[in-house]
Nanobody, 121 residues
Framework: QVQLVESGGGLVQAGGSLRLSCVASGNFFSINDMGWYRQAPGKQRENVAI???????NYAGSVKGRFTISRDNAKNTVYLQMNSLEPEDTAVYYC???????????????WGQGTQVTVSS
């Protein structure tokens, strides 16, 4: 099994910053894509940012230029640096990871428990 544990959420004023961390542990050899998703009450879960094992990144348009995703493969950790936070960023943020397999299905997807980010105006 693979466990993903997020940390770093909290309450921050608009314009402030937070840095989220997600540590993967358990039985795996490597991780392919990792990403951050968020879900506000009554809303669909949406992708925020993804990063491949090679370091390529993609961002949702709403966070591009404000958020930065990064990873430390040696520590099996992915980060999300969130700057210029807005009240609209308030949500539970979830870590996601795809772990490769040697047979079909070719990867297993894992989710963290989520960490709350609240941005006050």
């Amino acid at each position: 099994q693979v466990q993903l544990v997020e940390s770093g959420g909290g309450l921050v004023q608009a314009g402030g910053s937070l840095r989220l961390s997600c540590v993967a542990s358990g039985n795996f050899f490597s991780i392919n894509d990792m990403g951050w998703y968020r879900q506000a009450p009554g809303k669909q879960r949406e992708n925020v940012a993804i990063i491949t094992s090679g370091g390529s990144t993609n961002y949702a348009g709403s966070v591009k230029g404000r958020f930065t995703i990064s990873r430390d493969n040696a520590k099996n950790t992915v980060y999300l640096q969130m700057n210029s936070l807005e009240p609209e960023d308030t949500a539970v943020y979830y870590c996601n990871a795809r772990v490769p397999r040697s047979a079909s299905p070719w990867y297993t997807e894992y989710w963290g428990q989520g960490t709350q980010v609240t941005v006050s105006s």
